[in-house]
Structures are given as structure tokens and as C-alpha cells.
């Protein structure tokens, strides 16, 4: 949450490990999610991304979505960086969906804030698309 990759990957490495000798499947999702995130920052972009996918993916396999938003946000934002950005805002509005179904809103406002940002990047001239994506989470219905 606080995006120190550097303190992060050595954790991530100990947790993925710990998860595997104890068989806790939920922290293994964590774990390859965590440990790909720390990587990605570096030159291993591709391998990265492709255990924050598995991660992700494992998490959702299990039903566990209490930080599906916040998983979500740093996979886009790695899936941006790698140049796919129309992959970037599905996640995004995958999440989103999550969000509605679950009612778990908990990282609702920055899943709308980060969809915001890729659209304006996408297509900086028409901003109307960006702006109504950042401020859709601030709606609320009663």
C-alpha cells in the first residue's frame, strides 16, 4: 500500500514461501502477486506482470476480493507501464464491477481516480471521458 517495492520484495519472497510450506493458498496468491509486483519495477517487467496476473487470478479463483481494488489498481497501473493500456482500464472496470457486486467499496475511489488517468493518457485531447471516470466515484446513491 505505501508502494516501496524495495522493502517489499524481500517479504514478498518469504511470504510466497511460507505460504507453500504451510499450504495457505490465500497468502500464496498474495505472495506471487507481491513478489511480481516488486519485480516489475525493475528490468523484469514481463515475468512480473505475469505472476501479478497469477496472483490475481488465484485470488479470485479462491473468492477472496477484500483487496481485489487494491490488487487490481497496481496491476493496471503495471499493465499501463508495459504498454497495454486498453488491458490496463478492463482491469479496472473488472474491478469495478467487483466493487458493485460485492459491495466492497473500500478502494472504489482511487479504482475510479486510476481510470480516469489512463483514459486522459489514452486520449489527452477529449478529457470529458477521463474527468467523468475520475468523478464517478463520487457519487453516491441512497
Not at 507453500?20 to 523484469?44: C, K, Q, V, Y
Request: glycine share 10%; net charge neutral.
Amino acid at each position: 500500500m505505501r508502494g516501496d517495492r524495495v522493502r517489499a520484495a524481500p517479504n514478498a519472497f518469504k511470504l510466497v514461501r511460507l505460504a507453500r510450506e504451510h499450504d495457505l493458498p490465500m497468502w500464496g496468491a498474495f505472495g506471487a502477486f507481491l513478489d511480481g509486483w516488486a519485480s516489475a519495477a525493475s528490468t523484469a517487467i514481463g515475468s512480473g506482470l505475469e505472476n501479478m496476473r497469477r496472483g490475481a487470478e488465484l485470488a479470485r479463483k479462491q473468492n477472496v476480493l477484500i483487496f481485489d481494488g487494491l490488487l487490481k489498481i497496481a496491476l493496471a497501473e503495471a499493465e499501463a507501464q508495459a504498454g497495454d493500456a486498453d488491458r490496463a482500464v478492463g482491469i479496472l472496470d473488472e474491478a469495478l464491477a467487483t466493487s458493485d457486486r460485492t459491495g466492497h467499496r473500500t478502494f472504489e475511489a482511487e479504482l475510479h481516480r486510476g481510470r480516469g488517468q489512463l483514459l486522459l493518457k489514452g486520449d489527452a485531447a477529449n478529457s470529458s471521458a477521463a474527468e467523468n471516470a475520475s468523478y464517478a466515484g463520487n457519487w453516491v446513491t441512497v
